[in-house]
């Protein structure tokens, strides 16, 4: 396999097994700390596919472990589920980000926005051409861009009703993105967040359990079919 051009970055099993499916190579895994790294290809192009583990502090850390052996100069794409947030959010939707916000920094008491994690922006842009590519890709899926926000907690009715209230422009919440859009912002890496919606941030997160696959099959159908143009 030739060096990637993008590094995927999934939480769970249930966010890689797609990507493995469609691939037509696949690596053996190699451990960086707790993140699994394959070499896929898809199309005739080589990729990185990590599967970090769940929460921000896997995120970021596998982020920074790929950056430093792949380098800087790779499209980083956090993939998977995501909960909606939106009112007009569906089941099934696939989100792409325009930006990321930490929904659980708070540093408002010396003059930061809510979101804004101290010395950091208020919030990551998504890259302009990446997601030029992932709007533009042919197929059936019914894509929205928006900004994602991502904490520490599985989101539930009662935590989504804060969230609307506190960042009433986010689409989508997950565990991830907006710390792995930290880690890019810091090396200058180009980034965005694909997310398929699973669930509508139900009392007992069943509606999770239900979809969280076709949720991710979703994602990376979008993800694949947009780096073939890339």
């Known amino acids: 396999m030739t060096s990637a051009v993008a590094v995927i970055l999934v939480a769970m099993e ?7 499916a469609l691939a037509s190579e696949v690596s053996e895994p190699v451990r ?8 896929i290809v898809v199309a005739g192009r080589t990729h990185v596919l990590v599967r970090t583990g769940i929460g921000m502090v896997n995120g970021a850390n596998a982020a920074a472990g790929a950056l430093g052996r792949y380098g800087d100069d790779v499209h980083l ?6 909960g909606g ?11 792409v980000s325009d930006s990321l916000v930490n929904v659980g920094a708070d ?17 990551y842009d998504g890259d302009p051409e990446l997601r030029r590519a992932l709007l533009a890709a042919p197929g059936d899926l019914t894509v929205r861009e928006g900004a994602i926000g991502s904490g520490e907690k599985f989101v ?9 209230e506190d960042f009433p422009h986010l689409l989508a919440v997950d565990m991830e993105s907006a710390a792995i859009a930290q880690v890019a912002h810091n090396h200058g890496t180009r980034f965005v967040s694909v997310r398929g919606v699973s669930d ?17 099959d979703r994602s990376a159908r979008l993800i694949v079919t947009a780096l073939a143009a890339l």
């Open 14 to 20: 249930e966010e890689s097994a797609p990507f493995l």
């Open 32 to 39: 960086i700390g707790r993140a699994e790294h394959r070499g």
């Open 77 to 82: 794409i956090s993939a998977g589920s995501a």
């Open 85 to 95: 947030l939106a009112k007009d959010v569906r089941v099934g939707d696939v989100i």
């Open 107 to 123: 540093a408002r008491a010396f003059g930061y926005a809510l979101g804004q994690v101290p010395g950091m922006p208020v919030e």
């Open 156 to 164: 539930t009715a009662e935590l989504a009703a804060e969230l609307r």
């Open 200 to 216: 509508l941030c139900a009392p007992d997160g069943t509606e999770f359990l239900t979809h969280v696959d076709d949720a991710a």
